[in-house]
Nanobody
Framework: QVQLVESGGGSVQAGGSLRLSCAAS????????MGWFRQAPGKVREGVATIYTGVGSTYYADSVKGRFTISQDNAKNTVYLQINSLKPEDTAMYYCAADRFCDGSWYEDADYWGQGTQVTVSS
């Protein structure tokens, strides 16, 4: 089992920045990837960033490329999501997720996910 705990959400004005953190504990060696997805009321779940924990390679949704950066600190078993140039449309609950296989849209049915942290961007 793996436990994920997010932190770092909040309310900011458009153009601002936030850094989300996701601390993992438990059997983290089983994980192939970790990442973040978001979900706003009435909208579909969107996977925004993935990092493949073994090699460090990353993937971003087109909607966030150039603004979001995912990184990891293996010593702390923590994944970060740096969010810059925030837009009102980034408002959502952001969830950290992790998976053992990371196939396709893995976040749709991730093995593990956290409780979420709210990001609210005002114009």
């Amino acid at each position: 089992q793996v436990q994920l705990v997010e932190s770092g959400g909040g309310s900011v004005q458009a153009g601002g920045s936030l850094r989300l953190s996701c601390a993992a504990s438990g059997h983290t060696s089983s994980l192939m990837c970790m990442g973040w997805f978001r979900q706003a009321p009435g909208k579909v779940r969107e996977g925004v960033a993935t990092i493949y924990t073994g090699v460090g390679s990353t993937y971003y949704a087109d909607s966030v490329k150039g603004r979001f950066t995912i990184s990891q600190d293996n010593a702390k078993n923590t994944v970060y999501l740096q969010i810059n140039s925030l837009k009102p449309e980034d408002t959502a609950m952001y969830y950290c997720a992790a998976d053992r296989f990371c196939d396709g849209s893995w976040y749709e049915d991730a093995d593990y996910w956290g409780q979420g942290t709210q990001v609210t961007v005002s114009s």
